[in-house]
């Protein structure tokens, strides 16, 4: 291949280990790894937060070289107990429950140290991590940087964005009713929370329907029909809106604040230009608090991990880090 070929997914494998991990409070979450046993071990965070692992995620790595672990994280994917339930309980559901769980995961797999893969609240969850256990991370490779500071919540879910996809938030906010002075944030939560499938089933779909509809340049049929199924939108919803709700247990601006605990490590930050969900603005900031990691701003592209142009920025990456 050379230098000017695009990056494409590797072929499609299958894990040759699995597992469900019990991580207290009554969680497990479930685990995969694929690739080469002896290879170089990479994490790959999922999105989200609630989004679950797919088969294709896999396929980022060149599967000679990397040992490929994936995991569900809480309440979501094959993970136990799930958020869908009817009596879900996400009071133990914190980006630093998952930071725990992420490190009980690496010392069951016998893992000294590896590279960290994470995209969108997969980004979240990596820089969290990296800036806690910065000696166990080999190298960083993020897209669609979210922090969750207020002025990334407010652009997605409480209305900037209306001025790009001003017919998509009618359907959004005309699915809750809020109360004086209150959030969509919050008046979806009161929703989601609701036992009735007659009141969270309809917030969920349409919360999710608003994010699989912006979350790629052209938007896909196919991805939002599958998005609006009622148990995946159920558990989706109602996780990022927990986590969304108390700002990821996060103060605010901590990850960009913070982010010179990753100095040492080496990274790569992917970012489409007209990412509706993140903003470049967080990228940027990321990479200014940031410098030593490079910044590869994709120019025809939106969020999602597959367009063309992300797709070649990340697989170039990982294979750069493969050693």
């Known amino acids: 291949m ?6 494409t997914l590797y072929p499609p494998i299958e894990p040759h280990q699995t597992g469900l991990l019990p991580v207290g409070d009554g969680h497990a979450i479930f685990w995969e790894v694929s690739g080469n046993p002896d290879g170089k071990p990479v994490v790959f965070l999922h999105g989200g937060p609630g989004g679950g692992t797919n088969p294709r995620q896999r396929r980022l790595f060149d599967p ?57 609240w997969g980004s979240t969850l990596a820089l969290a991590y990296a800036q806690t256990h910065p000696e166990r991370v080999t190298e960083l490779v993020l897209r669609g940087i979210f ?30 009713t809020r109360r004086e002075r ?23 779909v349409a919360w999710t329907t608003w994010e699989s509809a912006t979350v790629t340049l052209l938007q896909r049929p196919e991805m939002i029909a599958e998005s609006a199924e009622a148990s995946h939108a159920t558990a989706f919803a109602r996780i990022e809106n927990h986590f969304f709700l108390h700002h990821g247990w996060l103060t605010e601006g901590q990850l960009v604040r913070d982010a ?4 040492d490590i080496p990274g790569v930050i992917v970012q489409g230009r007209y990412d509706m969900c993140t903003p470049a603005m967080t990228a940027w ?9 490079e910044l590869v701003i994709v120019p025809d592209a939106g969020h999602a991990f597959d367009e063309p142009g992300i797709l070649d920025a990340l697989v170039r990456a990982t294979d750069r880090f493969a050693g």
């Open 2 to 7: 050379t230098d000017d070929t695009p990056r």
């Open 64 to 120: 000679e070289r990397y040992r490929i672990v994936l995991l569900d994280q809480r309440m979501c994917g094959r993970s136990t107990p799930h958020a869908a339930e009817p009596d879900a309980d996400l009071t133990a559901n914190t980006t630093w429950t998952l930071v725990a769980d992420l490190e009980l995961l690496r010392e069951h797999l016998g893992i000294e140290r590896w590279q960290v893969f994470g995209g969108s």
């Open 147 to 176: 922090t969750l500071r207020q002025s990334e919540l407010d652009w997605f879910y409480e209305g900037g964005a209306a001025a790009v996809h001003p017919d998509l938030w009618e359907t959004y906010a005309g699915a809750v």
């Open 182 to 204: 209150e959030t969509y944030v919050a008046a979806y939560h009161r929703a989601l929370s609701d036992p009735d499938p007659a009141v969270h089933g309809p917030a969920a």
């Open 260 to 263: 010179g605990l990753l100095r």
């Open 285 to 293: 900031d990321l990479h200014r608090a940031w410098p030593e990691a």
